[in-house]
């Protein structure tokens, strides 16, 4: 067995301080022993996609991550495994556990598939992988093999792990909870909101950033508006991973405290990932601000209706524990949102509408080439 100090310590060695994780029982040991830790950073995700995307946002910003869950959720972190990671050349570590492992003692039913097809899954994902090792002396060779790949092809490298192999406290680790702020600071929603154009408003906030901002914009239309807006290096287009924008914002964020992260996202998008809201509410980055673009639809995929004209996603986010929250009627509101001195995770809900010229450049760079120049960028405005 591998105590879970020692495996933090070797990993603290190589530079991982920050864990994004789901848990599973087999990770009880570990996950409780790195919350308790008061040097390491573990942000618990609401799924397994979001612990990728929030490790890798890390990474870009300069700090390793590494990400942790069961392997029955291992499917739900497919999509940023293979567009956000892979693509844009985001060495995160992965750290799966095998409920179901074959040649073991029967699991529970809902384990048997996933059990039988987690390695070739990550294979089938281009992700090169070995069994957690069992005994302490194989701890340091297997994590230097880890890292040198990580190090070499920037690409992710998993771990996985077989149950009663990490031992360590198993009582209860800090409670997680944290007042909400006063609800009563939700701005009222006006019966017949304001709606924008989408490149009028994504002009405001390039007008309106400070010179340090980092910003990441979601997939689809809205990376693409803003490249066309004029493209910038400090300007970081998601591609596929639908939904992780503001998870990978949260890990830039903690991996840059002293600068601030604008998010740009959708409502398609949030949607799709709404549980991130929660996430981002309770761990409060002071200098995250999250933009919604709301225009009601898919846009660049057709232009689908979502169901965001039902829902009061302000209000959502108010009741995730975001502290600030502004609804835009006016773009000089939208640009003094962005120009406030104080800090506090921010809420901003925008209206806009739909595309009507939907003939929208691409960059030109590759995602791995605009990756490379966000973080020399963030380097260099240290």
């Known amino acids: 067995m591998i105590r879970a100090e020692l495996l933090l310590r070797e990993l603290a060695v190589r530079g991982y301080d920050l864990l994004a994780g789901v848990p599973c029982s087999y990770l009880t040991p570990l996950i409780n022993s790195v919350i308790n830790a008061p040097d ?142 006063d609800l009563a600071r939700l701005p009222p929603a006006r019966r017949e909101p304001a709606v924008f154009g989408q490149d009028e408003v994504l002009a405001t906030v390039q007008r309106s950033l400070r010179p340090t901002d980092a910003v990441v914009a979601t997939t689809g239309f809205t990376g693409r508006a803003l490249y066309a807006q004029g493209d910038q290096p400090n300007q970081l287009y998601m591609v596929g991973s639908m939904g992780c924008a503001s998870s990978f914002g949260l890990g830039l964020a903690l991996a840059q405290p002293q600068r601030r992260v604008v998010v740009l996202d959708g409502d398609g998008a949030v949607l799709m990932r709404m549980g991130a809201l929660a996430t981002l509410g309770h761990e409060r980055p002071p200098n995250l601000l999250h933009v919604l673009l709301d225009n009601g639809v898919h846009d660049s995929t057709g232009g689908q209706a979502t169901v965001s004209p039902s829902i009061d996603l302000t209000a959502v986010a108010a009741a995730c524990g975001y502290p600030r929250l502004f609804r835009i009627d006016a773009l000089e509101a939208l640009r003094d949102a962005l120009q406030r001195p104080e800090e506090g995770l921010a809420f901003v809900h925008v209206r806009t509408r739909p595309r009507e010229d939907r003939k929208l450049p691409r960059p030109t760079q590759t995602p791995r080439q605009v990756a490379d120049r966000f973080r020399r960028w963030l380097q260099e405005t240290r």
Request: aromatic letters at 6%; glycine letters at 10%; zero cysteines.
């Open 40 to 181: 390491l950073t573990y942000v618990g995700a609401t799924n397994e996609g979001d612990a990728v995307s929030i490790a890798a946002g890390a990474e870009l910003g300069g700090r390793h991550g590494l990400a942790l869950f069961q392997n029955s959720g291992l499917g739900n972190a497919v999509n940023p495994l293979t567009s956000l990671t892979a693509p844009f050349g985001l060495p995160i570590l992965v750290l799966t556990t095998w409920r179901g492992q074959p040649d073991r003692p029967a699991d529970e039913p809902q384990h048997e598939v996933m059990g039988r097809i987690t390695p070739a899954l990550l294979e089938l994902m281009d992700i090169p992988w070995q069994p957690f090792p069992t005994e302490e002396a194989a701890l340091v060779p297997a994590l230097e093999r880890a890292v040198e790949h990580l190090r070499s092809r920037r690409l992710p490298y998993g771990f996985i792990l077989s149950q009663g192999v990490i031992e360590g406290d198993k009582s209860p680790a800090r409670p997680a909870w944290r007042p909400l702020p």
